[in-house]
């Protein structure tokens, strides 16, 4: 399976690289592969791509989520992160890249730019000519970190804080050292959860 979806997304290159070179760009040697960002399961990136200099064979890597399936959406990921190999990951979402993805017809936030109205045909054109991504879309799982109010103390009297390490959370909260009050418990001071 790794192998015919790699394959199919080595196509999809030759596909749009005279779309690309309409540009006067070039798109430099990279390999594809279907994995995880660097950030991990949870972050959101469906794409990435690491530079030449990142790679012992100089060649941009560039990865696109399992978490994508449907040959438009594996396709413009695949765009967006030519447009960083071209760059040479260099400028990351700067001006740089701003200018190569607008002048290619990609639209919207730049973290997250993806095809516009015309490159947006262009790209279904290509997906109709590759036919299905040999890919099974991967649900990964999205369970979000709680977020806790880390626990600090407040002095009531002149608005001095501390955060307060768990391990301490027992004691108390503290003296403040200019007022010479016991300062506020603030955040969650839940002490449970604490190994004695």
Known sequence: MSTLREAWLHAAIEFVRPLIAEKQCVIPECDVSVGFASTGVRSGHIGQCWSAHSSSEARNQIFISPALSEPFEVID?????????????????????????????????MRSAGAGPQLEVKLEAVASQRGPHPHGKLSAPSKKAVRRDRPRAKCSECGYQVPMRKKFLSYGPPICPKDKVEMEAVGDWDVSDINA
């Open 77 to 109: 990921t695949l765009v967006h992160e030519l447009v960083h190999a071209v760059d040479g990951c260099q400028h990351k979402h700067g001006k740089e890249f701003k200018k190569m993805a607008l002048s290619l017809g990609m639209k919207g936030p």
